[in-house]
């Protein structure tokens, strides 16, 4: 079954940065756009990036154009989200997604904190 498994969250400075991954089991991870995703306390999850099945061609939300990048390795079925220049209002667990299926992971918490 689709199993995704987010990790490389916790506490940072503002300013600061962090590396997210993102494990994909399943299903034919190559073949497929992927998507991350987060969700504030108290607020709707919203969309972050998307990145092409090939890796060539991403998009990101206006408001983390510039400092984010996702990326991903298709040889180890794995999707990164690299998160620079960190702010308070990034804090919000994170989540991967392939929109194909209805599967979420556990998430992982991204605390942006002086």
């Known amino acids: 079954q689709v199993q995704l498994v987010e990790s490389g969250g916790g506490l940072v400075q503002p300013g600061g940065s962090l590396r997210l991954s993102c494990a994909a089991s399943g299903f034919t991870f190559s073949n497929y756009p992927m998507s991350w995703y987060r969700q504030a306390p108290g607020k709707a999850r919203e969309w972050v990036a998307t990145i092409n099945s090939a890796g060539g061609s991403t998009v990101y939300a206006d408001s983390v154009q510039g400092r984010f990048t996702a990326s991903r390795d298709n040889a180890k079925n794995t999707l990164y989200l690299q998160m620079n220049n960190l702010k308070p209002e990034d804090t919000a667990v994170y989540y991967c997604?392939?929109?194909?299926?209805?599967?979420w992971g556990q998430g992982t918490q991204v605390t942006v904190s002086s």
């Open positions: 997604k392939n929109l194909r299926f209805t599967n």
